[in-house]
């Protein structure tokens, strides 16, 4: 169970979203990959995101810092 205001932070794969600072969203977590949905009633705060490497199959990677905000 993750608090209100704990940060947490999620390598996603680049799908060319950039998650914008103070934009709310969701975490989808479906399969072992983590997905980030814009919802205006989310339970997380963009506090950053970045560009974060690629993975060894080519595809890129964001890292996105969220914080729990509900």
């Given at each position: 169970m993750t608090e209100r205001g704990t940060i947490?932070?999620?390598?996603?794969?680049?799908?060319?979203?950039?998650?914008?600072?103070?934009?709310?969203?969701?975490?989808?977590?479906?399969?072992?990959?983590?997905?980030i949905v814009?919802?205006?009633?989310?339970?997380?705060?963009v506090l950053g995101c970045q560009h974060a490497g690629t993975r060894p199959d080519g595809r890129s990677l964001l890292q996105v810092q969220l914080r729990k905000i509900r």
């Amino acid at each position: 169970m993750t608090e209100r205001g704990t940060i947490v932070t999620h390598d996603v794969p680049d799908v060319g979203t950039w998650y914008t600072e103070g934009a709310t969203v969701d975490v989808d977590q479906v399969t072992r990959d983590v997905h980030i949905v814009t919802d205006p009633d989310g339970d997380y705060e963009v506090l950053g995101c970045q560009h974060a490497g690629t993975r060894p199959d080519g595809r890129s990677l964001l890292q996105v810092q969220l914080r729990k905000i509900r």
